[in-house]
Each structure stands twice: as structure tokens, then as C-alpha cells.
């Protein structure tokens, strides 16, 4: 199994500084501004061959009545309950605080392997206050800088020793699949009913998503990673740095995805910032599933079709889009969509034999040619897939630059019909013969 290091500490010390210097890339948002972090983050690494996963966790208070820190002490908890291996992380810039004889308290109670890591030792001054964190009694102590690295090799050193190096943490082909939307349409309620737990942060207030956070999915025969996401704004109405890296996190998860799963509001409908979203997707070549949520406020199936039509409308040309009507409280539909966006990663990844893909849409457009232009009769011949990431597929004719978009899409939609590529934006271009 795999083994689960934690890093936990109070407010600003330096958790996820050190968190993307371990697994490599930025992926916490970091601010000097505290409890930026709010929901378990989670990376995956590899040191000296040895793989395990590391959580990013919010920064502990005790006494706070703020929901947010509230909820953010439920994720520490939760996380010092899966891990292996906890970091406990001080700044010794500071005092000792109550709060860190709690966390030490609290974390000496479990029989987990503990490090006490000291960070900041970067600053000059930092290097003499560190004995006074002996009284805790945590007898692994590392000194670090986590944002120049110095110390953490001998630090990831000691954490894999007792590590199985056989161990890996999941297949790289596992389909990504981005629960995207606007704010407050239900994107962590979603992940938190699938795994039957409170993975993630929830509350009525728009905005309480931050890091884009990864889920290894396997129940019911699926097995994914989910990525929940911030909800994403207009430009206009992002006030705040911190909201602004948040967007720029949820559209990267879109582009390193394979399908995103689009929540709408099913209370104030497709609007156009949904609109927009779904452009993003469709812009970066990926499957797309609608989810329209919140359903049960309404349980009205004569309204499925009206709704299902009028965003169909909205989306043409690309229309040929699964739409689920769900609930996170009911749970209608929820393991289907997911199914769904797991079978159109798959059809994503398909490849069409060249002979297969002339012998079943060359005779269609035999029998229905393209309308001749100027009395000039426009045929063609032969047709195959690139080989690319997303489908795309070129098609050889005598006069390439005047083939018409309504020809074009007729295309598209035969090879949507024959090979099932519902869900998915398709390329067709045409060149010289």
C-alpha cells in the first residue's frame, strides 16, 4: 500500500513552500497571507526511486470560530489519521505558540513515525533559536529552508529508508477527469458524495475551493482521478490575487485533464460564464460531460428534455454532449456521469484504421456529395486520422479552400455517428490531393 506522508503546522510556516519543493512543481498556491490553504492537497513523488504520496494540509488553529478554520482543523485531523509519516513543521522567526505545544500534543498521541522539520534556516538569525524546540521531545529533527531546499535531501532521505521500494502508486494511462464550473455550483459536494467522505471543504460561500485538488477514484468497477477545482469567474468580478491564481490552477487542471466534468447550477441555468467555460474545454480538445445539478430542488422529468434542447441549442455546432441530471443528495446519476466521462477518455485515446475509416465515410459522402461551386465539381478521395492526442482527421480534395462549413460539420457528424466520439471536439481538415 502506499505509504502517506503529512505536513502539518500552524498558519504560515512555510507548509506549502515545502510541499512544491518535494514534489517538484507548484502546485500549493502560496501567499505570505495566511490560511491560504484550506483542503488537503495531495502530490505524488519519487525519491531515490522510492514513490509515496504527500498532503499539503491548512494551517492548524485551536480557538478560531471562523467556518473556514473550523473546516480547515477537520482536514487535519483527517489527514493525521490516513498518514504514515507526519512532518511537523515550525518557524522558529517566531516564538513557540500555544498552538504548536497543541499540534505536538495532539500528533505525539498517534503511533506514527513523526519529524520535527524546522524551517526558515535560510534566515541567518533562525539558526540559533532552534534548541529551543527540544522540549517537545520529537527525537527526528531537521533542519530546512524550504524555499532553497537546503536540508530536505537528507530530510527525504530519512522519511523513504523505511519505505517498500516496490510499491507503485497508480497506472499513468488512469483517466484525469476535472470537476469544473462556476463558484458554489457544488464541485466539492460532488467528489465528497462519491467517496462517501469529507475529502474536501465545503460551505455555502462562493470561493472556498483554492487548490486544485486530486482524488484517485476506484469504486464500482471506475477507476480515475478526479480533480476538484475553484470555480472559475468572469475576469471582472476576480478581486483578490489569491482568487486569481485559483482560476489560473482551475484552467490548467482543464488542459491537463482528459474530460472535464461541467457543473451547472441548475437553479440559475446556462449562463454565460458556463458558456465560457465550455469553450475552454472545447478549445483545448477535451471530452466534455454536463452535469446539470442541484435536480432535486426541482425532481421534475418533464423538464429534462426542455432544458436538456435549450442548452444544445446554445452549444451548437457542438452539441453532441452527454447532459446528466444529478444530485449530490440523492446521488441520481452521479456514478453514471462518471462512467460516462471514463468511457469518453477511452474513445479520446482511439485510433481508426486508415482502410476502416475510407470503407465506412467515403460512401457516404459518394451519396452525398458537396453542392458543385461554379460548375466546378469538388470530390473527395481519401481520408485518414492524425496522429494526434485529440481526433482530427484530414480529408484529400480537388479544391480544399472551398469546401463549406455546413459540408463540414456534416462530416463531423457522420464520423461522431460511426465511431462514437460523443463528448468529444473533433478536428476535420482538408488539403490537396
Not at 470503407?359 to 459518394?366: A, D, E, G, S, V
Amino acid at each position: 500500500m502506499t505509504k502517506i506522508v503529512s505536513i502539518v503546522g500552524r498558519p504560515n510556516v512555510g507548509k506549502s513552500t515545502l510541499f512544491n519543493r518535494i514534489i517538484g512543481y507548484k502546485k500549493s498556491i502560496v501567499n505570505s497571507k495566511s490560511g491560504i490553504t484550506r483542503d488537503r492537497n495531495y502530490g505524488f513523488c519519487n525519491w531515490n526511486g522510492i514513490e509515496f504520496c504527500l498532503i499539503d494540509t491548512g494551517g492548524y488553529t485551536n480557538e478560531s470560530k471562523n467556518i473556514f478554520d473550523k473546516k480547515i482543523c477537520e482536514q487535519f485531523l483527517f489527514a493525521l489519521a490516513e498518514s504514515d509519516v507526519i512532518l511537523f513543521l515550525v518557524d522558529p522567526s517566531n516564538d513557540i505558540l500555544g498552538i504548536d505545544y497543541d499540534i505536538s500534543k495532539r500528533i505525539r498521541k498517534l503511533k506514527k513515525s513523526i519529524y520535527l522539520v524546522i524551517n526558515k534556516i535560510d534566515i541567518y538569525k533562525n539558526i540559533y533559536n532552534t534548541y529551543k524546540y527540544c522540549k517537545f521531545g520529537i527525537t527526528k529533527t531537521y533542519c530546512i529552508s524550504s524555499i532553497n531546499g537546503t536540508g530536505t535531501e537528507k530530510l527525504l532521505d530519512s522519511i523513504v529508508s523505511n519505505f517498500d521500494k516496490n510499491i507503485k502508486i497508480y497506472k499513468k494511462n488512469i483517466p484525469r477527469i476535472a470537476i469544473v464550473g462556476r463558484p458554489n455550483v457544488g464541485k466539492s459536494t460532488l467528489i465528497n458524495t462519491l467517496l462517501n467522505k469529507n475529502k474536501n471543504i465545503v460551505t455555502n460561500i462562493s470561493g472556498t475551493t483554492r487548490d486544485s485538488i486530486d482524488v484517485l477514484y476506484s469504486k464500482f468497477g471506475i477507476e480515475c482521478i478526479l480533480v476538484d477545482t475553484a470555480g472559475i469567474r468572469k475576469k471582472k468580478n476576480i478581486k483578490e490575487d489569491i482568487e486569481f491564481y485559483s482560476v489560473m490552477r482551475a484552467i490548467k487542471s482543464i488542459q491537463n485533464s482528459d474530460v472535464s466534468l461541467l457543473i451547472i447550477d441548475s437553479k440559475s441555468g446556462f449562463e454565460s460564464q458556463d458558456i465560457n467555460i465550455f469553450k475552454i474545454i472545447e478549445n483545448n480538445n477535451k471530452g466534455i460531460v454536463l452535469l446539470i445539478n442541484k435536480w432535486d430542488i426541482f425532481n421534475n422529468n418533464y423538464l429534462i428534455n426542455s432544458y436538456e434542447n435549450k442548452i444544445k441549442k446554445i452549444i451548437a455546432p457542438f452539441n453532441d454532449v452527454p447532459i446528466f441530471f444529478t444530485s449530490s443528495f440523492t446521488k441520481k446519476d452521479i456514478i453514471k456521469s462518471i462512467k460516462t466521462a471514463v468511457k469518453i477518455t477511452f474513445n479520446l485515446r482511439l485510433r481508426i484504421k486508415t482502410s476502416l475509416l475510407n470503407k465506412i465515410i467515403l460512401p457516404i459522402l459518394n451519396k452525398n456529395p458537396h453542392p458543385s461551386i461554379n460548375g466546378k465539381l469538388i470530390t473527395i478521395k481519401y481520408c485518414s486520422q492524425i496522429q494526434t492526442y485529440n481526433p482530427q482527421f484530414i480529408f484529400f480534395t480537388n479544391y480544399p479552400n472551398k469546401i463549406k462549413e455546413s459540408y463540414k460539420r456534416f462530416i463531423e457528424n457522420n464520423i461522431r455517428e460511426k465511431f462514437n466520439f460523443t463528448g468529444i471536439p473533433i478536428k476535420i481538415l482538408f488539403r490537396l490531393k
